[in-house]
């Protein structure tokens, strides 16, 4: 069985075509100076003690804000979706959720959101 390190490289190998493009105009601070990570693990314990783990897409620590691109398999997964979400909350970081259509159609539009998330000084 692989570890989640193991699982998170392998994932960052294998990405979409939209978060790869994503990715491209995230890495290095391109992105008003602000470091984002991908593929990103969250470890988290449930009732069981057990501990649990999941990926986000692309993740900056600084601000504490996860960005998901959501398409093809996510539609399938609103519960999943749901339950991460709150983990998520529960560790006060903000998730993003884009579409990967809207990515494809409006790239300045997607940046302009994630800008105004980094920027988001209400804490939600």
Known sequence: MKSPVELARELRKRQTPEEEKLWSLL???????????????????????KNNFFTLDFYCNKKKLAVELDGGYHDFNTDYDRE??????????????????????????????????LNDKSGN
Do not use: A, P
Request: hydrophobic share 40%; net charge positive; charged share 40%.
């Open 27 to 49: 890495r290095n601070r391109k992105l008003v100076g602000y470091k984002f990570l991908r593929q990103h693990l969250i470890i988290y314990k449930k009732i069981d003690f």
């Open 84 to 117: 991460r979400d709150i983990i998520l909350l529960e560790n006060k970081i903000k998730v993003l959720r884009i579409k990967n259509e809207e990515l494809k159609t409006d790239e300045k539009k997607v940046l302009q959101k994630i800008i105004d998330s």
